[in-house]
C-alpha cells in the first residue's frame, strides 16, 4: 500500500520545498528572491533562528550562484537586494517598500539619456515611495567605484554573466554542470605530451572526445581513453608491478613492450594495419594509409566514414592488446575480422533498443553488405 500511495505523489522539485520552508525565516532578506541575488552569507542579516541546515543550504548555493561584473551591461542587471558588492554599514541591503513596486536591479537607478544615476527627486517621482534623501544617497554610495566607472562608459556592452539558476526549478544536473563550469580544472595528463606532437587546441579536443563519439561500447571507450592518457598496462610497466615475468614484447624479445611499440613499432603491428588497410580499402572502396599518430590517436576528421574508421582502429588495438598482453599469442586476421562482426551484431542490438537503426545502418553500410 504504501508503495502505491507513494507512487500516486506529485514530483516536487528540492529547490521549491527549500523555498517553501524558508519563506518566513529569511522575510526580512526578500524570502525566496534572496536565491535570485548575487549574495555573500557573511554580509546577510539573517534571522537569528534560521536552522543550521538551511544556513548550509544558503551557503553552498552563494558558491554556485555568485557573479562578478565585468561590464556595464553587468552592472545594470545586478540585483540591488543583498547583494555582496552593496553595503550599508558592512550589512547587504533590502527593502521590502521598494522591491514591492517593482525595484529590484541596478538599471531602476540609472537615467540612459543622461548617462547618470538618478538624482532622488527623479526617482521619487518615477517610483513614488517612501523614502528619504538619506537613504537613497547612502544606497548610491554602497555602489562600488569599479561599477561607477563602468556605468559612466558610453558605449553599452551587452552581459557576459550568465542567467541566474532558478532554485525552483533546480536539478541534481544542474547543480553538476555548474559546479563543474566554477572548477578550474588542470589541463588533462596528456595535454603537454599532444602539445609536443603539434595537434591544435580544435584537435587536442577531437581526441578526447573521439572515444566516446564513435562507439557506445564502454569498454571500447575506456580503453581509448587509457591510450590517449598514456595509462594503459602494457608488460613494461605490468613487470614493474611484478604482474609480470619480463617487460619484453612477446613477438620480439629484448624490446620493451610499451603502447607505441605493442601499436605501431612492433613487426606484428606493422602487418596487421597493413592487412587492415587492405581490408578496409577493399570493402569502403576507399584508399586509406594510416600514419603513427592516427593510428595512436585516431583520424581527425569528423564525418561518417571516419566514425567507422575511428571504431575499427580502436577495436584493432584492443585486438592486438588482448594478444599481445593478455594471451600473448600471434594474432590472426581472419580472428580481427571475427571480432569486427560481433562489435557490429553488438552496435546493431544497441541501435534497435534505443531506437537509432537509421544511424547504424549508416555507419556501417559498407561492410553489412558483406
Known amino acids: 500500500m504504501g508503495a502505491n500511495c507513494a507512487s500516486s505523489l506529485p514530483v516536487v522539485h528540492l529547490g521549491v520545498v527549500v523555498v ?13 528572491l534572496l536565491f535570485q541575488c548575487n549574495y555573500n552569507i557573511q554580509y546577510l542579516p539573517l534571522n537569528e533562528n534560521l536552522p543550521k541546515f538551511y544556513r548550509e543550504i544558503i551557503s553552498h548555493w552563494q558558491k554556485i550562484n555568485n557573479t ?3 561590464t556595464k551591461g553587468d552592472v545594470l542587471n545586478q540585483i540591488i537586494w543583498n547583494n555582496q558588492f552593496i553595503r550599508v554599514n558592512k550589512s547587504s541591503v533590502f527593502f521590502p517598500g521598494w522591491n514591492k513596486v517593482g525595484i529590484r536591479k541596478l538599471s531602476c537607478f540609472f537615467d540612459n539619456e543622461s548617462n547618470t544615476l538618478l538624482t532622488f527627486t527623479t526617482f521619487m517621482q518615477k517610483y513614488n515611495v517612501k523614502s528619504n534623501f538619506l537613504q537613497y544617497y547612502s544606497l548610491l554610495s554602497a555602489i ?3 561599477w561607477k566607472t563602468l556605468l559612466k562608459q558610453e558605449c553599452f556592452l551587452p552581459s557576459t554573466e550568465y542567467v541566474p539558476l532558478s532554485i525552483e526549478k533546480l536539478t541534481c544536473k ?5 559546479l563543474l563550469n566554477h572548477q578550474h580544472f588542470p589541463p588533462p595528463t596528456a595535454e603537454k605530451r599532444l602539445t609536443e ?10 581526441i578526447y572526445s573521439l572515444p566516446f563519439r564513435v562507439t557506445n561500447e564502454v569498454k571500447l571507450s575506456v580503453f581509448q581513453y587509457k591510450i590517449v592518457h598514456n595509462i594503459l598496462y602494457t608488460n613494461k610497466i605490468l613487470h614493474k608491478m611484478k604482474k609480470k615475468q619480463q617487460p619484453d614484447c ?9 603502447p607505441l611499440h605493442l601499436f605501431v613499432e612492433c613487426s606484428i603491428a606493422k602487418s596487421f594495419w597493413n592487412k587492415f588497410t587492405n581490408w578496409y580499402n577493399a570493402t569502403c572502396g576507399g584508399n586509406i594509409a594510416l600514419e603513427q599518430n592516427e593510428i595512436i ?16 582502429i580502436i577495436i584493432g588495438k584492443y585486438f592486438l592488446y588482448i594478444n599481445g598482453v593478455h594471451d600473448e599469442k600471434r594474432p590472426q586476421f581472419k580472428d580481427f575480422v571475427t571480432l569486427v562482426n560481433e562489435k557490429i551484431e553488438l552496435e546493431k542490438y544497441i541501435a534497435i533498443t534505443t531506437n537509432k537503426l537509421l544511424s547504424f545502418t549508416k555507419k556501417w553500410s559498407n561492410f553489412l553488405s558483406n
Open 144 to 146: 562600488p567605484k569599479e
Open 297 to 312: 590517436y585516431g583520424v581527425l576528421r569528423y564525418t561518417s566514414s571516419c566514425l567507422t574508421l575511428n571504431h575499427l
Open 197 to 206: 606532437y603539434g595537434f591544435n587546441f580544435q584537435e587536442r579536443q577531437k
Open 174 to 178: 544542474t547543480i553538476y554542470n555548474t
Open 68 to 70: 562578478n561584473p565585468k
Open 250 to 258: 612477446p613477438y620480439c624479445h629484448g624490446i620493451d613492450q610499451t
Open 20 to 32: 517553501s520552508c524558508l519563506k518566513s525565516l529569511l522575510s526580512n532578506v526578500g524570502g525566496s
